[in-house]
Every structure is written in structure tokens, then in C-alpha cells.
């Protein structure tokens, strides 16, 4: 189903404007020796406009069909139909099919796509050196943003939401999981079948096979993994997850999705975490030992409401998803941790949303948080902090003006309810804020001039209102403080030892080492005196803290702890940790360039596709400087 104002979407080729998707089912079968799916998608469907003869869907180069056949109402005989694939764009192509009589609203149409799919952008087949176990491969699918329609054929915009169910066949000694409300294991055949009773989009249906075990952490929780990472999840999350559900359900309304489960990927998975409804597929960079990152999850609970339950109708309206997900995670470790924690990692995002428009100009057309997506152009190239923190920021400017906070909770709690299952743009986000707070609508708070929402919406750079984050400076100022002092060439060593870094949470220590790195190279023996000092720092196991040491050990050209440097890149293969390394590894001094390719010439194979092309192209000079 299409819904609200969903617009156009330039990133589909399909006619999901034409029908009625009611339900997906995939029956596949997994083929690792030949890395393959094998099996069918079978499409429940309803004619919105009479007399189509057409139905087109979203597909890629890396997916064969092998046959398609529909069928009109139930128990009626199943048609052969023409069909072929046709360009679309770089990401994609277009699958149309020639259904065998013109539709008609009052009958539903079953069509039937046998096909099979290897490679392609959003199946990924991992070997065993990529994973944790290093013995069995892996299989994971990657939906967002517009990669499923290398996994199934389908309407591939999240316009479209539908039910889904699988049954997936897997090789004995390996487990499937997916985004699905109800599992079952057939143990004689090792098939596994799933459904999602809730509407969702394509992008959210996900896909993960391996050597995967899992226990208990909360009462609708658990935790996958591959056996040996297993007593360490455990250990991070146990008790964890339910309180911050908890606060999201009194906050946001009722967790619709039953269970919330945790799957950590192998090493090489390159992103921090996707919200795929009851099972967010994380890092294992997660595993810090000390819980000092399980706050990172809140980001991804809070896309249960915003996102997965009200979803962006096109990638233009990403901000929709991404705004309010960062002002609910806010709102979450406000009620968990505090108001100064929670500014203090507010800070954190800002200065990531600064330096972006420091580096792109601020009058960059992605630097607005209603893009348009021309056809052709991947969404996944308009990625940026944009929609993350300018898209707070807006939403945190509508908080202001409401000037109650319970209120304004009030109203994040109607708009879920509102939208829940469907999926909108933002003129219906604006639209209902603005019915909801009728008194301000009658003040054209819309039209206030320099605030103006068209001009948050359409025009591009800094967010005109930023929230108060002053709060946060009784963490901040103690950071910059002890930075300063590691600026001397003199040392005032009982000034450093004054301070207990002991008692600092992470963000806190994140802001005090980015400091450091602003006004690096450090004075001659500071940066071992450092590694001496703070062996919490620099033997953590919490990777934004080995993100940044490791950074300062190259800015300050370490050569003594190179092995350290070595050690985090072989550890993991998070895209946001490993492609700056190389990046800062070239730029510095012969000697870091060296051991960047010694480091990847022995590593590179455990990293995900993408990120070793990305590291390479750091490698390769650009022709056209």
C-alpha cells in the first residue's frame, strides 16, 4: 500500500502507483557453495487502477528470472507471463511483466517470480575469514536504501508497505534470522520460516545466515551471534535493553514489534547498526567489555517508532526517519542518563554537523533537509549529517515553540499513533503538528521570518534555531581543560593527575581526545607520556575511544604503538573507523603511508567489498588533481 502523500520517488522504476501490495512471500533457498538464493517471490496484489495490462518492479543485473506466472482471484488457473528486463539506472533495473488479462479491482492478483540472485548490492556473502569464527561463510542482506531489489523483485520505495513471510532453506549447521514478528524451525528439513504481521517497506526486510546461536538478556530480548562472541553480548546487554523500551513506551507509545533483539554481525559488517524491525543488525564493536557503549542501541530502538513504524515515503524526506529519531534518542538518554550527558553528546553530533558543512559549504544542495533525488542518483550517495542534525534541530525548533515538554511529548505520542504503518512526506508531519497546536497555527508560527519552515525544508546551510546545549559544559569545560594541559611542552604533571578520567563517561573522554587531535602533533613526548598516563585509553577496549588514540598516534607519527594501530584495523571493519585511518595513514609521513599498505596487504581480505574499494581508492592518486 501507498500512503499519505507519498509523491513521487525518482528511485523506482516500479508501477507501485498502479497496485496494491497485500502481501510478500519468499520461499528461497541458500546456496553457499555456488553463493547463490534459489526460489520464488510470490506477490498478493490489489489493481488500483482498472484495465493495467502492465505491472513493472524493482530489480538489478545480479538477479535472473528464471519464470513468472499470476493469476486472477483464488482457485483460477496460473497464466505464463511475458517478461524482461529493462535499464533503469546504475543501481538498478526494471522488471516488467505482461499480465494476461486488464486488471480489475474487485479480483486479487497473485504473481509468482522464480529467480535467482548471487552477488548483488544488497546480498552479501561473507567468506570465513570475514567473520569472527573464521571456519563457516556468512550470508547477510542490506536493504536500505535501495538495495533489496537485488535480494527479491519488488517495489523498492518506501512509499510501499506490506506483510511479509519467508521460508528460508539453509545447509545443516547454520541458522536464518530475520526482520520477522513470528519465527518457526522445521529441524528435519533446517528450513526456517518467518512472518511479519506488521505492514513494513522493503528496505526492512533483512536477511542473516551463519554459525549463529543466541540467549536471553530481557524479557522480549535476546542476543545473536556467532558462538564465540556469545558470553560477551550476553555480559554487554543482559538487563539492558528492556529500560531503555521502557522509556521509549512511555515517551513514544507501545513497542508494536513483539521482541527486540540485538543480531552482532561478524567483524568485516561495515555499518554501526540498521534498524531492522526485532532484530537490529550492530557491530561487534559494541563489545567494549564495560557496557561504556551500550547507550549507542537507544539510536536504534528509536527508530521503532520513527522510521519503521512512521517511515519517510521517499529518501528526498530522509530527515523524517533520521530527525526525529535523533530528537527520540535524546529524549530517551535524557530520561536515562541525564540532561548533561545527553548535551554533551548533542555537541558531539553538532560538531559533526559542522565539520560536514565546513567541508561541503554550506550552501550545498544536500545541506537542506528536503532533498530532491534526481533520477539516476543513488540515495545512498545524498548520505551526510544533514537529515541526522539539522533534522534535530528542526525538530527540536518545533519542541521550542510548543515551549512544554510533556506537551510536546504529548504530540510525538499522537503523531506515532496517527502514522503508525504508513508512510508520509513532510508536509503531512507540518501539517498535523500545525492542526494539533491550533493556537499556534493561528500565530503563522510557519511564517515566522528568518524560522520560516519552507526556508528549514528548501533551503540550504546552518540551522537557523540550534537547541540550548550549555547544559552539557560541566562535562565539556573539564575535557577542553585537561586537553589544554597536554598542550605545554612542560607538562604540569600533578595538574594532570588532579584529574580522575576514571570516573568520565564515554562521550566525555570522546571530547576531551578529540581536542587533542584538533591541536595535534603534541609537543616532543607528550603523546607517550599520554599512552602512559591513560592505559584505560589506550588499551580500551570501547572503539570510539581505539578510534581516536589510534588517530593520535598517527597525527603525532607514534611509531611505538603502531601495533596498536595494526591491531584495531585487524579487529574490525566498520567503515566509519577504517576508511579515515587509511585516509589519515596517506596523508602523513612515508612512513605511515607504508604501513597502511603493509596493514591492508594482510587485512584487506576481512573487509566488507565496498570498504576495501574505498581504501583502495584512497590508495590510487586521483587523475584529475
Known amino acids: 500500500m501507498a500512503e499519505e502523500g507519498s509523491g513521487s520517488d525518482a528511485a523506482t522504476a516500479s508501477s507501485y502507483g498502479d497496485f496494491n501490495l497485500r502481501h510478500l512471500h519468499l520461499e528461497l533457498r541458500v546456496e553457499f557453495d555456488r553463493r547463490r538464493l534459489t526460489g520464488r517471490a510470490v506477490l498478493q496484489l490489489g489493481c488500483l487502477r482498472p ?30 507471463l511475458e517478461h524482461r528486463t529493462l535499464p533503469f539506472t546504475t543501481y538498478g533495473s526494471v522488471l516488467e511483466l505482461t499480465l494476461p488479462g486488464p486488471c480489475d479491482p474487485a479480483e486479487p492478483l497473485e504473481v509468482t517470480i ?70 518457526e ?7 526456517f520460516l518467518f512472518t511479519m504481521r506488521h505492514p513494513i517497506p522493503a528496505y526492512l526486510i533483512a536477511l542473516a545466515v551463519g554459525d549463529i546461536v543466541s540467549a536471553e538478556v530481557g524479557p522480549r530480548s535476546r542476543v545473536w551471534t556467532e558462538p564465540c562472541l556469545l558470553d560477551a553480548a550476553k555480559e554487554e546487554f543482559n538487563g539492558v535493553i528492556e529500560e531503555f523500551l521502557t522509556v521509549g513506551e512511555k515517551l513514544f507509545g507501545q513497542y508494536v514489534w513483539g521482541r527486540y533483539d540485538l543480531l552482532f554481525m561478524p567483524p568485516s559488517f561495515p555499518f554501526g547498526g540498521m534498524e531492522n524491525p526485532c532484530i537490529t543488525f ?23 517508532w520513527f522510521g519503521n513504524l ?55 544542495p544536500l545541506n537542506k533537509l528536503k532533498v ?37 511529548d504529548a504530540f510525538l505520542r499522537a503523531y506515532v499513533d496517527k502514522f503508525k504503518f504508513k508512510s508520509i512526506v513532510a508536509e503531512d508531519t507540518l501539517n498535523f503538528y500545525l ?75 570522546v571530547h576531551f581526545l578529540d581536542k587533542l587531535l584538533e591541536k595535534s602533533p603534541l609537543p616532543p613526548g607528550n603523546t607517550e607520556k599520554l599512552a602512559e ?22 597525527r603525532n607519527n607514534y611509531e611505538d604503538a603502531f601495533d596498536e594501530l595494526r591491531d584495531f584495523l585487524q579487529s574490525q571493519g566498520k567503515q566509519k573507523y577504517t576508511v579515515p585511518l587509511y585516509r589519515a595513514m596517506w596523508t602523513e609521513t612515508e612512513g605511515t603511508r607504508k604501513l597502511a599498505q603493509e596493514i591492508f596487504a594482510t587485512t584487506g581480505n576481512q573487509l566488507h567489498q565496498n570498504v576495501q574499494n574505498f581504501v583502495k581508492k584512497i590508495f590510487v592518486p586521483n587523475k584529475d588533481s
Open 51 to 80: 484495465g493495467q495490462r502492465l505491472l513493472r518492479l524493482d530489480t538489478h543485473p545480479s538477479l535472473g528470472v528464471e519464470a513468472v506466472r499470476a493469476r486472477y482471484g483464488s482457485g483460477t488457473p496460473a497464466h505464463t
Open 114 to 183: 522464480e529467480y535467482t540472485t548471487g552477488d548483488g548490492p544488497g546480498v552479501v556473502w561473507l567468506n570465513p575469514e570475514q567473520t569472527a569464527g573464521k571456519v563457516k561463510p556468512y550470508l547477510f542482506t542490506q536493504g536500505q536504501a535501495v538495495l533489496n531489489r537485488s535480494f527479491f523483485p519488488c517495489f523498492d520505495t518506501p512509499a510501499v508497505k506490506s506483510t511479509y513471510s519467508a521460508s528460508i532453506k539453509v545447509p545443516e549447521g547454520f541458522t536464518a534470522v530475520m526482520s520477522a514478528t513470528d519465527w
Open 185 to 191: 524451525h522445521n529441524a528435519k528439513e533446517n528450513v
Open 282 to 304: 550492530v557491530t561487534p564493536c559494541l563489545l567494549a567489555g564495560d557496557r561504556s557503549l551500550a547507550d549507542v542501541i537507544i539510536h536504534e530502538i528509536s527508530h521503532s
Open 310 to 364: 512512521v517511515t519517510n515515503a521517499n529518501w528526498g524526506d530522509f530527515w523524517l526517519n533520521e530527525g526525529f529519531t535523533m530528537y527520540a534518542q535524546r529524549r530517551i538518554s535524557t530520561e536515562v542518563y541525564g540532561t548533561e550527558y545527553t548535551c554533551l553528546e548533542a555537541a558531539t553530533g553538532r560538531a559533526l554537523l559542522r565539520k560536514h558543512m565546513d567541508n561541503t559549504g554550506e550552501d550545498h
Open 372 to 408: 530532491r533525488i534526481e533520477h539516476g542518483i543513488d540515495p545512498d550517495e545524498t548520505y551526510n549529517e544533514t537529515p541526522y542534525e539539522k533534522g534535530y534541530c528542526f525538530v527540536s525548533y518545533l519542541a521550542h515553540l510548543v515551549g512544554d515538554q510533556n506537551k510536546f
Open 435 to 509: 492542526d494539533y497546536f491550533p493556537e499556534l497555527k493561528k500565530q503563522n508560527v510557519e511564517k515566522r521570518p528568518g524560522f520560516e519552515f519552507d526556508c528549514w525544508l528548501n533551503t540550504p546551510g546552518w540551522p537557523p534555531y540550534l537547541p540550548d546545549l550549555s547544559s552539557g559544559d560541566t562535562l565539556m569545560k573539564p575535557a577542553e581543560s585537561l586537553a589544554s594541559l597536554w598542550f605545554a611542552a612542560e607538562l604540569n604533571i600533578d595538574a594532570i593527575k588532579a584529574v580522575d578520567l576514571c570516573s568520565w563517561k564515554t562521550y566525555q573522554i
Open 533 to 554: 598516563m591513560y592505559p584505560n585509553i589506550s588499551k580500551s577496549k570501547n572503539a570510539e575511544l581505539r578510534f581516536r588514540w589510534v588517530q593520535i598516534i598517527v
